[in-house]
């Protein structure tokens, strides 16, 4: 779920996952501002100050950042100065360009936040693994009273154990964890909160997590176990293994292995690709698709000079007349085409995967114009898209270039 306007300035955060399914997000972030309300009337100090240095928030697995946004707008409105914001999530590892614009939106909106409320502003850390966060975290990061932890279904950064120790490990006392993911019972997603507290064993550190019962939780719980959010999540699980099934003959094979399992000759090499080709078709891709991945698994293993030769496309046959190149999308599930050649200009239109390109000799660092899209696509005559969102180093390819 995204902001409906082009023009939005939230237009790269989203909601994802069971949080777009407004019955189940309301009360679970409705829980989280109520604790909020319920906590901040107990620390002393000026209006708005939370202890020292404001409200030190935690967030693991979600990228998305548009329920973060609202949650931490809403304990704002409580007169809450939010001092620290700690964002953990595998995207932050190698961003493309969606995520650095989710990353640009929230830190903005943060900034302006605070100018208005005539405060510090709020300092905003991410992180691309949960290693690199306990590795880096300082002191001064440490001490933090809330917690949210919600990631997907199938693919999670961290276990629940490791969650709980962590949880143990930076939160003040009184702070809360608030998760919304699977849980290892079998019964599938849960929402469920606990609130740090002493007393607890010394392997611990003396504390421990008390679970918190409260109505709107239970109204959470509730909505997910509707036959509506189950059967969306069930698709979500569906995805999710057609994807595993994709990408797992492509996987290495181990170290004792490889040799074994490795091609020999140029039959057994064919025949190999043949195979990936039906596991691609298999996961639901369409023609063009599994012939680029195929393309793309013969320049990694140095093949390209073996590979049969593929008719032109009309499109390629016109960028040959006129001198210039074509691109094809490789970026899942699409990139989108911006009216300047710079991450906040306005989206004029987007290009799904596979979609090709002829561009112009114009270019301007990554960005390159576009001189002819696809034909059902009507692009403005200035429309510019980023091939490579890791500034020139080649890791976050957006495009590949086929002449």
Same mark, same amino acid.
């Given at each position: 779920?995204?902001?409906?306007?082009?023009?939005? #300035?939230?237009?790269?955060?989203?909601?994802?996952?069971?949080?777009?399914?407004?019955? &189940?997000?309301? #009360?679970?972030?409705?829980?989280?501002?109520?604790?909020?309300?319920? =906590?901040?009337?107990?620390?002393?100090?000026?209006?708005?100050? *939370?202890?020292?240095?404001?409200?030190?928030?935690?967030?693991?697995?979600?990228?998305?950042?548009?329920?973060?946004?609202?949650? !931490?707008?809403?304990?704002?409105?409580?007169?809450? +100065?939010?001092? @620290?914001?700690? !964002?953990?999530? +595998?995207?932050? /590892?190698?961003?493309?360009?969606?995520?650095?614009?989710?990353?640009?939106?929230?830190?903005?909106?943060?900034?302006?936040?605070?100018?208005?409320?005539?405060?510090?502003?709020?300092? &905003?850390?991410?992180?691309?693994?949960? @290693?690199?966060?306990?590795?880096?975290?300082?002191?001064?990061?440490?001490?933090?009273?809330?917690?949210?932890?919600?990631? =997907?279904? @199938?693919?999670?950064?961290?276990?629940?154990?490791?969650?709980?120790?962590?949880?143990?490990?930076? !939160?003040?006392?009184?702070?809360?964890?608030?998760?919304?993911? =699977?849980?290892?019972?079998?019964?599938?997603?849960?929402?469920?909160?606990?609130?740090?507290?002493?007393?607890?064993?010394?392997?611990?550190?003396? &504390?421990?997590?008390?679970?918190?019962?409260?109505?709107?939780?239970?109204?959470?719980?509730?909505?997910?176990?509707?036959?509506?959010?189950?059967?969306?999540?069930?698709?979500?699980?569906?995805? $999710? &293994?057609?994807?595993?099934?994709?990408?797992?003959?492509?996987?290495?094979?181990? #170290?004792?292995?490889?040799?074994?399992?490795?091609?020999?000759?140029?039959?057994?090499?064919?025949?190999?690709?043949?195979? !990936?080709?039906?596991?691609? +078709?298999?996961?639901?891709?369409?023609?063009?698709?599994?012939?680029?991945?195929?393309?793309? +698994?013969?320049?990694?293993?140095?093949?390209?000079?073996?590979?049969?030769?593929?008719? /032109?496309?009309?499109?390629?046959?016109?960028?040959?007349?006129?001198?210039?190149?074509?691109?094809?999308?490789?970026?899942?599930?699409?990139?989108?085409?911006?009216?300047?050649?710079?991450?906040?200009?306005?989206?004029?239109? @987007?290009?799904?995967?596979?979609?090709?390109?002829?561009?112009?000799?114009?270019?301007?660092?990554? *960005?390159?114009?576009?001189?002819?899209? #696809?034909?059902?696509?009507?692009?403005?005559?200035?429309? $510019?898209?980023?091939?490579?969102?890791?500034?020139?180093?080649?890791?976050?390819?957006?495009?590949?270039?086929?002449?």
């Amino acid at each position: 779920v995204r902001p409906a306007s082009q023009d939005s #300035p939230f237009g790269g955060l989203a909601l994802d996952g069971l949080l777009a399914t407004s019955t &189940v997000r309301c #009360p679970f972030r409705d829980f989280i501002v109520e604790w909020a309300r319920d =906590n901040a009337i107990h620390y002393t100090g000026k209006p708005g100050g *939370w202890r020292d240095g404001g409200l030190k928030y935690t967030v693991i697995g979600n990228s998305a950042l548009l329920f973060d946004l609202e949650v !931490l707008q809403r304990i704002r409105g409580l007169g809450v +100065r939010i001092g @620290q914001i700690c !964002l953990v999530d +595998r995207a932050y /590892k190698w961003p493309v360009v969606n995520t650095m614009r989710a990353l640009q939106e929230f830190t903005d909106f943060q900034r302006a936040a605070a100018t208005l409320a005539r405060e510090a502003p709020t300092e &905003v850390l991410a992180f691309g693994s949960l @290693q690199d966060y306990t590795d880096q975290i300082t002191e001064a990061a440490k001490g933090a009273h809330l917690m949210l932890h919600c990631e =997907n279904c @199938q693919e999670a950064i961290v276990e629940e154990d490791d969650c709980d120790k962590l949880a143990m490990q930076v !939160l003040c006392h009184g702070g809360l964890l608030a998760r919304m993911t =699977n849980v290892r019972s079998g019964i599938g997603c849960a929402a469920g909160a606990w609130a740090l507290v002493p007393g607890g064993p010394a392997y611990q550190g003396g &504390v421990d997590l008390q679970p918190l019962n409260d109505p709107l939780m239970v109204a959470c719980n509730d909505a997910i176990a509707s036959p509506a959010v189950q059967m969306r999540v069930q698709m979500q699980q569906l995805a $999710w &293994v057609r994807k595993e099934a994709a990408e797992k003959p492509q996987q290495e094979a181990p #170290p004792e292995e490889e040799d074994k399992s490795r091609p020999k000759t140029q039959a057994e090499l064919d025949a190999l690709e043949e195979k !990936l080709k039906d596991a691609d +078709r298999a996961s639901g891709l369409s023609e063009a698709q599994v012939m680029a991945r195929s393309r793309m +698994r013969a320049r990694e293993r140095g093949g390209d000079a073996k590979a049969k030769p593929l008719r /032109k496309s009309a499109l390629q046959e016109r960028a040959e007349h006129y001198g210039l190149d074509v691109w094809r999308v490789i970026h899942h599930p699409h990139v989108v085409v911006r009216a300047a050649p710079k991450g906040n200009a306005k989206i004029v239109g @987007q290009l799904d995967f596979g979609q090709e390109i002829m561009v112009s000799k114009e270019k301007k660092g990554s *960005w390159l114009r576009i001189s002819e899209g #696809p034909i059902m696509l009507n692009l403005p005559t200035d429309a $510019w898209v980023l091939v490579d969102a890791s500034e020139g180093l080649g890791k976050s390819m957006m495009f590949e270039q086929l002449t």
